[in-house]
């Protein structure tokens, strides 16, 4: 591991320490924290990039499952269904 000495303004410096005080880290751990995750080529995505591609992994199943019938939001259909596919997969 390498060491960085930064020299910022004042106000940078107290932002840091603003944030590493509000997730319980020190100005050092949340600094690199920010780094790892927002610089390029990062090793850690981002929460909103993890959710993109969860979406994205989800996505071909999105309407897959046909019944042959329309459906809607009829509980008792629905619990007999789900029965149904229970009872299959047993």
């Known amino acids: 591991m390498k060491t960085i000495t930064l020299q910022v303004p004042d ?14 880290r020190s100005a050092e751990e949340w600094v690199m924290e920010f ?4 610089a ?12 993109k591609a969860a979406r994205e992994r989800l996505r071909p199943y999105a309407g897959a499952q046909s019944l042959g019938y329309p459906t ?12 149904s596919e229970y009872e299959r997969h047993s």
Not at 35 to 38: C, G, N, S, V
Not at 40 to 51: A, H, V
Not at 72 to 83: F, K, P, Q, R, Y
């Open 72 to 83: 809607g939001v009829d509980n008792e259909s629905i619990d007999t269904d789900l029965a």
């Open 35 to 38: 780094l790892l995750k927002h």
């Open 40 to 51: 390029p080529g990062s090793l850690q995505r981002s929460d909103d990039e993890q959710r």
């Open 11 to 24: 106000e940078v410096y107290e932002a840091c320490l603003h944030m590493a005080q509000k997730y319980g």
